[in-house]
């Protein structure tokens, strides 16, 4: 049996097996959406008390838990010397203005 195809005999095994997954998968889901609510709380509370925007707490919390606080750091600074040499007037030549 391959995973596109649906079996055609449904023990009362399999049955019971499967509502019992479908409980707990349902449960688990539950638990999901709860935390996404609880993740918008904090960041709710943090822009009303310290005013933080919702969107750069959220990247600050994502960067704390994958604990690449120093890779986003080195990022960010090799980025910004980038730009600045890509932004850098060009020597002897004048700039246009579109």
């Avoid at 935390?35 to 925007?53: R, S, T």
């Amino acid at each position: 049996m391959s995973d596109e195809t649906l079996p055609t005999i449904i023990t009362e095994k399999n049955r019971t097996q499967i509502q019992n997954a479908l409980k707990e998968m349902s449960n688990s889901m539950v638990r999901i959406e709860a935390e996404k609510d609880h993740m918008k709380a904090i960041a709710e509370k943090i822009l009303e008390d310290c005013l933080v925007p919702k969107k750069d707490f959220n990247k600050l919390a994502r960067i704390y838990h994958a604990s690449n606080l120093a890779q986003e750091a080195a990022k960010s600074e090799e980025f910004m010397q980038f730009a600045e040499a890509v932004l850098e007037p060009v020597k002897g030549i004048e700039q246009q203005v579109d």
